[in-house]
């Protein structure tokens, strides 16, 4: 399972301004049967009555920290053509959702390719992609991001296992073939370079479309995924 934080404003550490950037330490206890994926990098992890306790930092000033949590499959590959590795976290329980892990790595490295090629190195060394229940909601952080369940699987399944419109099926499948592009690019667009204002906001939601854009380019390119973690 997955445990969701619906009010994200209440559970993310910043300084009051998207502008404001910091290094962030932080610690988290919680139930050793569970993984917790933060921002950063994990400094330590221990079992202490238990409990899982552990320790994540910022290597470089950041304009926010948060982090998912629940049980979780892992897989890694390191891409030296973007000089980044990327860990993938999918959820485990009745349906296994680790599957598609591999086409999550394969649109995290082309992203982070193409935007290399756009925008310059990527931000941070490593990229934590997590998967979220929510079937439709994506979001970014700094070295982390939350990707909804359509990612892990197919429009076509959740079709079939739900009561939507088949008229929807399509829109369903474009969000997910581009919502890990979108997500990804804000690496780049929203972390990296952020807005001095609510109206510059759309500067970074639009440089995240158009790197999402480029899945039409490098939908054909084949990335070989290896499982580097467990």
Not at 169 to 187: C, D, P, S, Y
Not at 197 to 215: C, H, I, K
Request: with cysteine; hydrophobic share 40%.
């Amino acid at each position: 399972c997955c445990f969701v934080v619906f009010v994200r404003l209440c559970l993310f550490l910043f300084f009051g301004s998207f502008s404001a950037l910091a290094i962030y330490t932080t610690t988290f206890r919680y139930p050793d049967r569970n993984q917790l994926v933060g921002v950063g990098e994990l400094v330590s992890e221990r079992i202490e009555g238990g409990q899982k306790v552990a320790i994540w930092r910022t290597s470089t000033p950041t304009r926010v920290a948060g982090f998912n949590y629940g049980d979780f499959q892992k897989r890694s590959q390191e891409d030296a053509e973007a000089g980044v590795g990327v860990d993938v976290y999918a959820l485990r329980g009745t349906e296994d959702f680790s599957g598609m892990a591999g086409r999550v790595i394969a649109d995290a490295v082309n992203t982070s390719r193409v935007s290399k090629q756009y925008f310059g190195a990527p931000p941070y060394r490593r990229l934590a992609l997590t998967q979220q229940p929510q079937l439709s909601a994506g979001q970014s952080w700094p070295s982390l991001v939350f990707l909804p369940t359509m990612s892990f699987t197919s429009a076509t399944d959740i079709a079939l296992a739900t009561n939507i419109d088949p008229r929807a099926v399509q829109g369903l499948k474009e969000f997910g073939n581009t919502v890990a592009w979108h997500e990804v690019a804000h690496q780049w667009w929203g972390h990296q370079v952020g807005w001095s204002s609510y109206r510059d906001q759309w500067l970074s939601e639009g440089f995240a479309e158009f790197t999402a854009a480029n899945d039409n380019v490098t939908k054909y390119l084949t990335v070989e995924c290896s499982t580097v973690g467990s």
